[in-house]
């Protein structure tokens, strides 16, 4: 159900981002003095660092007592066009319930991933020439995880090794995952250095170790079916550090003398 | 432009938002083991004498063949090592295999199941290092083993809902270039002590064919004799004539019944022949097929049993035990 609210609140801010990069063409024309201000042309430099969390993560773990998502997020700006972006999480999930198999099988189980991932990669905002904070991206990014499993199952025994059907647990440890992600986003400035960052990646999976138990929720990745390719939605809260300034005010003269 | 970039942002999340499972029928624990020809990878079909499983803890039942000429060998939900023997005209050979319980998860709303993976076999129990391919060295039927994992591919076998493609195929070789061997062996034994006797007889030959005896008393007391089966033919009546105290000849027949063109392993060559003679079984009096039968009315022998019922070239194993009558003690006359 979390999933369709965040969904629908991923279209509502889609669609105020569309407003928003529909207005910013005239907000330009109308905001020119005689001192003007305007991108400096230069080569990409550092211009800002932003830090933020996952905000789906936070609210399934606050929501949701059986599931602990703790994904933070940094990035390091290059004007507003470049981002080197990396990510650490803690994820904590249960999953408990009974599933029919059959009409007249019906079985209880458990299932426990806990681990952390990192994920790191480069950004682009396409917008990068007409927004001076906002954006919106393109990226690509390497992501590893490492998790314990757990699921408790009903064992179906052998008559021929006169063995009983009964629950019997696995426990499987330091299971690996790589995959690799392409992905696209907006990065939209809310409010002072506030950001919003929505994004949604296609996660194609590298490598999967788990040899036990099927690698089913993976930090990071998601639910797992069968190590296909899968999409992963994020939503971020971002705080830009004010450190750097990424507008200079030059003189019509001074802009006229460069071009 | 960018409104189609925002589109395709808005669509692919909502795509992000798509949780399934897809229900799977869990696996019953059974190993698919296949037996082929390696000059042609044909299947060959093979009915064990016995196949059964066996623990550091327990040892299971006969395994019989399922009706797709496979064996399906149950694992264990306990152990992760087991054994199997198969065995077949008193030769045999131990698969060893070594595996992993593993469970799916099948889904957040589908659950989870039992399964086994990483199978694969150890050619000398747990001494050795477990391999998805083994060339046997000291076997007396298989050739060489190969285990397929789900894709199909030589590795470790993970049991899946298949219960026709094989996980496990073993190899046997086949006697291609080997003649059937067409060589019935007769022994003679004492019917308390069951040890070998020594017999002599005046003539042993076939019935229909009285002069051209295949035994004669020029070759002296013996304990067997060889008679030569010819295949096409699915009977053969010996006539055994002894001379007795008195001078007189005393004679009994035997029929045995066997067929032609069956297949064996063959414990000389260890190879498999599929046109070997075999299913030998003795004629009773009554005129009953029978692994062993009594002779009421028999002058010379008391009875006699079908010790091995394929014709095979190692000839130091009887095929028919025939038992003497026992001497007539002298208090009872």
């Not at chain 1, 290059?78 to 999930?93: C, K, P, R, S, W």
């Not at chain 2, 623990?55 to 149950?74: K, V």
Request: hydrophobic residues 40%; glycine residues 6%; contains cysteine.
């Amino acid at each position: 159900m979390l999933r369709y609210l965040l969904s629908n609140l991923l279209l509502l801010t889609i669609c105020s981002t569309f407003s928003w990069a529909q207005q910013k063409a005239p907000e330009k024309e109308q905001s020119l003095p005689p001192m003007v201000t305007a991108i400096e042309p230069r080569p990409f430099k550092l211009s800002g660092i932003r830090l933020g969390a996952d905000i789906i993560g936070i609210g399934e773990s606050l929501f949701d007592d059986k599931v602990e998502k703790w994904y933070l997020y940094g990035d390091i700006m290059l004007d507003n066009a470049l981002f080197f972006t990396l990510e650490y999480g803690l994820q904590d999930i249960t999953r408990s319930g009974e599933f029919t198999l059959t009409e007249d099988d019906t079985r209880r189980y458990v299932y426990q991933s806990d681990g952390f991932f990192w994920r790191g990669g480069v950004e682009y905002n396409l917008l990068a020439k007409e927004s001076t904070y906002s954006g919106l991206y393109i990226g690509a990014k390497y992501a590893f995880a490492q998790f314990d499993q757990y699921s408790s199952y009903l064992s179906q025994g052998s008559d021929y090794w006169e063995e009983p059907s009964e629950q019997q647990e696995l426990r499987e440890e330091n299971v690996n995952a790589h995959w690799v992600q392409v992905m696209a986003g907006i990065k939209y400035r809310i409010l002072g250095n506030f950001y919003v960052d929505l994004s949604t990646a296609l996660g194609v999976p590298l490598n999967f170790t788990d040899d036990l138990i099927t690698a089913n929720d993976i930090p990071g990745f998601g639910l797992n079916k069968q190590n296909n390719s899968k999409m992963i939605l994020q939503m971020r809260l971002l705080y830009k550090i004010p450190l750097w300034k990424t507008k200079v005010d030059i003189t019509e003269e001074q802009l006229l003398e460069r071009y | 432009m960018r409104l189609k970039y925002i589109i395709l942002l808005g669509l692919l999340s909502l795509l992000s938002a798509c949780q399934d499972c897809d229900p799977q029928t869990p696996p019953d624990g059974r190993v698919v083991v296949r037996f082929l020809d390696p000059s042609d990878n044909d299947d060959i079909t093979i009915d064990f004498d016995s196949v059964y499983g066996y623990s550091t803890t327990f040892q299971g039942g006969n395994i019989p063949r399922d009706n797709n000429d496979a064996y399906r060998l149950p694992l264990s939900t306990e152990q992760e090592q087991i054994s199997f023997v198969f065995a077949i005209q008193g030769l045999q050979d131990t698969l060893h295999l070594s595996y992993q319980k593993k469970v799916i998860i099948n889904g957040p709303d589908c659950g989870n199941f039992e399964t086994f993976g990483n199978l694969q076999a150890l050619i000398n129990g747990d001494t050795d290092q477990a391999q998805s391919i083994i060339k046997f060295r000291d076997s007396a039927i298989f050739d060489s083993l190969v285990i397929f994992d789900e894709e199909g591919s030589v590795g470790p076998a993970l049991i899946n809902g298949d219960t026709t493609t094989a996980n496990i195929r073993i190899f046997i070789a086949n006697c291609t270039d080997v003649s059937p061997n067409q060589e019935m062996v007769i022994s003679f034994f004492d019917p308390v002590t069951d040890t070998p006797v020594s017999k002599l007889f005046e003539r042993v030959y076939r019935k229909e064919f009285p002069n051209r005896p295949i035994l004669t008393s020029l070759a002296g007391e013996v304990t067997s004799f060889i008679v030569e089966l010819i295949p096409g033919e699915e009977s053969i009546t010996l006539v055994f004539e002894e001379r007795a105290e008195n001078g007189l000849i005393e004679s009994q027949q035997i029929t045995f019944t066997f067929s032609s063109n069956i297949s064996i392993i063959d414990d000389f060559e260890g190879c498999l022949q599929n046109e070997a003679l075999g299913n030998l079984r003795l004629i009773s009096e009554d005129s009953i097929g029978i692994d062993s039968t009594a002779f009421p009315s028999g002058i010379l022998f008391d009875s006699a049993l079908i010790n091995r019922s394929i014709i095979n070239s190692n000839n130091t194993i009887p095929n028919v035990k025939i038992f003497t009558q026992q001497p007539t003690a002298v208090d009872d006359l």
